[in-house]
């Protein structure tokens, strides 16, 4: 059973960073893709970055050229690094599997305010 713990979120001033980390159990990165997630306020969850198994990756267009997705099988953990982030990156952000077929961590609040 795979179990996915994500933190590192945070209150940051727009056009700041932050690195989020999902440490995951059990056969997470055993499937074709993983990627992360986030879920505004009053919005659906949406898919904004993807890594398959050969470390192949894809963004939203709302993020591409800001958010970097990155994995690390040895140490069961996938990373989301966000640069120049903007208040409409405000979210929880959550990883699973593409689709999102484990059970859901419990997110990291990312908020970008001034």
């Known amino acids: 059973q795979v179990q996915l713990v994500e933190s590192g979120g945070g209150l940051v001033q727009p056009g700041g960073s932050l690195k989020l980390s999902c440490l995951a159990s059990g056969s997470f990165f055993s499937i074709y893709a993983v990627g992360w997630y986030r879920q505004a306020p009053g919005k659906q969850r949406e898919l904004v970055a993807t890594?398959?198994?050969?470390?192949?990756?894809n963004y939203a267009d709302s993020v591409k050229g800001r958010f970097t997705i990155s994995a690390d099988n040895a140490k069961n953990t996938m990373y989301l690094q966000m640069n120049s982030l903007k208040p409409e990156d405000t979210a929880v952000y959550y990883c699973?599997?593409?689709?999102?077929?484990?059970?859901w961590g419990q997110g990291t609040q990312v908020t970008v305010s001034s």
């Open positions: 890594i398959t198994r050969g470390g192949s990756t």
């Open positions: 699973n599997g593409i689709p999102g077929v484990f059970s």
